[in-house]
């Protein structure tokens, strides 16, 4: 371990000190509108191969030998911008603004790779990273019209549902637990609202969402099938503009504007559903007392070219609330669950080359969970928070080396199981607060992206990581690495390598997001969670009909991964490490994409073809068993059709092999203990045996919206979910039949759904 840190500290120092004698471009790179930075956009060096793009901060920099240059500037779905030819013999800012123009893009622009004249995959290796255009996202169809960002990323190869209807994701053959979701770089714990059907994220306050699945950078870590990075909007600095809508399920509204114009800039953005109401009119008077809301808010503040000032916060909430008389009493129930992130950052640029990002950030998730009769009272609740602090570098030592560097420490304070009750149920359940679990976690880590010629692509780093709890230490060395070779004009050969630590776990016994869904730390006897990604692959871009096709196989190996064993009890027990069991896991799986972005009728097909399965020495005799969500086949087809300039089109059709469930086969009647009757005991079959019945749907969307060229714009949204109104399987049944023979029945949640929805933005 001593050896792999030594060698890649000195591999990267000694690349910061080859750098001969050049002079720095540097800069920021906007939207001319709003004055958002743009993510990822490229700079080329007109006449050459050399080029670099922006960092997650929208900055930029490249050193160059003296001499005279020409740059261009490019974004998808933005006019590119050539400079002037300009003599390059000092160190030079050059700030750039981009103004976007319209492009024959209609729905979600997936970019794995961008299909410019000097793209991210020239400068770097990630293997299976997609962007995802937000702007774009309300194409989609979806569940009573309420656009989900989880929904659009369920459509990847690579990533499975849950159940229907749910935001959860199952990434690569690996369990919800071990995707690491970022809200402005702040861990978000429950991204679900309803029971797992939205999510929590409402996309009009968003501005970047990044997943990776594979060849993971080494600045993340703490997960150990994916990552999702999504960047809130800063506010636009140039005037004030509204956005909202108005849907079945609910209504949302976003402000934004400048502070200080061209200095600072505010964001806010509130969602709130009315299920509560709609219920209400509908059943004519008898309620669901049920409701969610989210509320985003940033603001951003420019010293100078050198430093800027970002706050955002996040606070989110399910509420469920009944009052009913029962027996003469007040019976009260009360279910409270949300999310609340707070992050301060500070960007600072030292000289030209290096650009610094230094935040404190702290997250907390709870529930609670209560409930009155009489004189009776319960309160059931647990809750997470992290303080954290963390600094992150980028060096840009040259167009063909750009290296990164950083620390961070997190401090867990985990509470589960706190109980408060009054009444006679004191005498069953005891209050009392939980023990308070205290986790500290730190990581370092170093990582290089080198150009070797014109054609290859290296990335080197390695992660080191380290949790303290219950005076035991646990470390891992995570090594990075991936590569990317250009075959041709436009075909790209890549190849990844990532070991993944995860030092906390998610208990669940529901697929659904219940109070049943407990976040533990490691401890002296649950061990940290690890993996080795293996993954090569290939595609090609064909620039004239605006054509991707790719093909990713990958092979993961999962060590120490939990389950609880049969018959587990994990509310109102605090010894719920002797509930838990460890074992190992496999998945292994190829992914096809093919995609086109030019053109009338726009879209993707996504397959994949994948295996998971897990194994236990305490579950299913000691014999391998699949996933509960390992589909054999995945199937995505989305279309995009222009109809003209102003009415749009969008078809969405899914298919997915069954997931996997333990029937129950038989029953045992067998004499009880006092011999004064019989106890009837199950029998099942072998754990995961049997499948639940293959899914598809077809969902479709029309868009009607006013003329581009008015100040208030306007959109018409008529949707439609499930239309052949086909049953997707939510859950099973055991039913008799009149013959006395006993079936299972697969239930569906969703029918045919038709939705309408009024966007609007000035």
């Known amino acids: 371990m001593i050896r792999i840190v030594a060698f890649t500290f000195l591999y990267c120092m000694v690349i910061c000190a080859h750098a001969a004698e050049r002079y720095t471009i540097s800069g920021y790179i906007t939207d001319k509108g709003s004055g958002e930075t743009l993510i990822g956009a490229a700079i080329l060096v007109e006449g050459t191969s050399t080029g670099t793009v922006t960092n997650n901060y929208g900055y930029y920099a490249m050193s160059l030998p003296e001499g005279r240059y020409v740059l261009s500037f490019r ?36 970019e794995a790779e961008r299909p410019t004249r000097v793209t991210d995959r020239d400068v770097t290796s990630s293997l299976s990273k997609f962007k995802i255009e937000v702007k774009d996202m309300a194409g989609i169809p979806s569940v009573g019209g309420e656009v989900d960002v989880f929904k659009v990323v369920q459509l990847m190869p690579g990533v499975k549902k849950g159940i229907e209807g749910s935001a959860g994701m199952f990434v690569r053959g690996g369990d919800g637990d071990q995707n690491l979701i970022l809200l402005d770089e702040a861990t978000v714990y429950n991204a679900a609202h309803l029971f797992g059907f939205f999510s929590v994220f409402n996309p009009d306050a968003l501005n970047d969402v990044t997943l990776v699945k594979a060849g993971f950078p080494a600045s993340y870590g703490g997960r150990l099938s994916s990552v999702m990075d999504i960047r809130m909007k800063e506010g636009r600095m140039d005037r004030f503009s509204a956005e909202g809508g108005v849907g079945l ?36 008077g ?18 100078t070219d050198k430093d800027r000032i970002f706050l955002s916060t996040y606070l989110g909430d399910d509420v469920l609330r009944f009052k009913a008389d029962v027996e003469e009493s007040l ?29 404190l950030i702290h997250t907390r998730f709870r529930y609670d969970v209560s409930g009155a009769f009489a004189e009776n009272s319960i309160l059931i609740g647990s809750s997470i928070q992290d303080y954290q602090m963390k600094a992150d570098f980028d060096y840009f030592q040259s167009p063909r080396s750009h290296v990164r560097f950083g620390a961070t420490s997190y401090k867990h304070h985990f509470r589960p199981n706190v109980v408060s009750t009054s009444g006679d149920l004191s005498a069953s359940y005891a209050s009392r607060e939980g023990d308070l679990v205290t986790t500290n976690e730190i990581a370092f880590y170093m990582m290089n992206d080198r150009k070797i010629g014109n054609r290859m692509t290296v990335t080197g780093g390695l992660r080191y990581s380290a949790a303290l709890t219950q005076k035991t230490v646990y470390s891992n060395a995570e090594p990075r690495f991936s590569t990317s070779l250009r075959l041709g004009a436009q075909g790209y050969l890549k190849a ?15 697929s659904i997001a219940l109070p049943t869904d407990l976040w533990y730390p490691v401890t002296k006897r649950v061990q940290p969670q690890q993996a080795d990604h293996y993954a090569i692959g290939f595609e090609n871009t064909f620039e004239k009909s605006g054509l991707l096709l790719g093909l990713e196989t990958y092979y993961k190996e999962m060590h120490s991964i939990v389950e609880y064993r049969e018959g587990a009890q994990l509310i109102l027990n605090d010894n719920y490490e002797d509930e838990l069991i460890k074992g190992t896991g496999t998945a292994y799986g190829v992914e096809f994409i093919a995609k086109r972005s030019k053109g009338r009728v726009t879209g993707w097909v996504g397959y994949t073809l994948s295996w998971s399965k897990r194994q236990f020495d305490e579950l299913n005799h000691g014999e391998p068993f699949f996933a509960r969500y390992d589909r054999r086949h995945d199937l995505s087809v989305v279309t995009n059709l222009r109809i003209s300039e102003r009415l749009r089109f969008a078809v969405v059709w899914t298919y997915a092999s069954g997931a996997w469930f333990t029937p129950l086969t038989g029953q045992f009647f067998m004499p009880n203990s006092s011999l004064s009757g019989v106890d009837i005991l199950p ?15 077809l969902d479709a969307n029309l868009m009607w919206s006013s003329k581009p060229d008015k100040r208030f714009h306007s959109e018409w949204h008529f949707g439609a979910y499930n239309i052949y109104n086909r049953t997707q399987p939510f859950l099973t049944e055991v039913v008799t039949g009149e013959d006395g023979t006993v079936k299972y029945v697969a239930r569906g949640l969703f029918g045919f759904i038709p939705s309408v929805a009024y966007n609007f933005k000035f």
């Open 286 to 303: 008898d309620p669901l007392p049920y409701y969610f809301y989210d509320l985003n808010a940033k603001v951003n503040y420019r010293f």
């Open 331 to 359: 019976f009260n129930f009360r279910f409270l669950l949300g999310n609340f992130t707070a992050t301060a950052r500070w960007n600072h640029v030292y000289g030209k080359r290096l650009f610094s990002n230094v935040s």
């Open 75 to 110: 974004y998808i779905g933005y006019q590119p911008m050539i400079s002037d030819t300009f003599s390059l013999n000092a160190d030079t800012a050059i700030n750039v603004v981009l103004r976007p123009v319209a492009v024959d893009l209609d729905g979600v622009v997936i």
């Open 496 to 510: 990844s390598y990532s070991r993944m630590a995860q030092y906390m776990h998610l208990v669940s016994s529901s």
């Open 249 to 284: 399920l609910s209504s949302k509204i976003t402000l934004q504007g400048p502070i200080k114009k061209d200095t600072s800039s505010f964001m806010i953005s509130g969602r709130r559903t009315y299920i509560d109401q709609v219920v209400r009119i509908v059943e004519k």
């Open 683 to 697: 029998i099942y079959s072998g754990k995961n045996s049997v499948r639940f019945p293959n899914a598809h749907r």
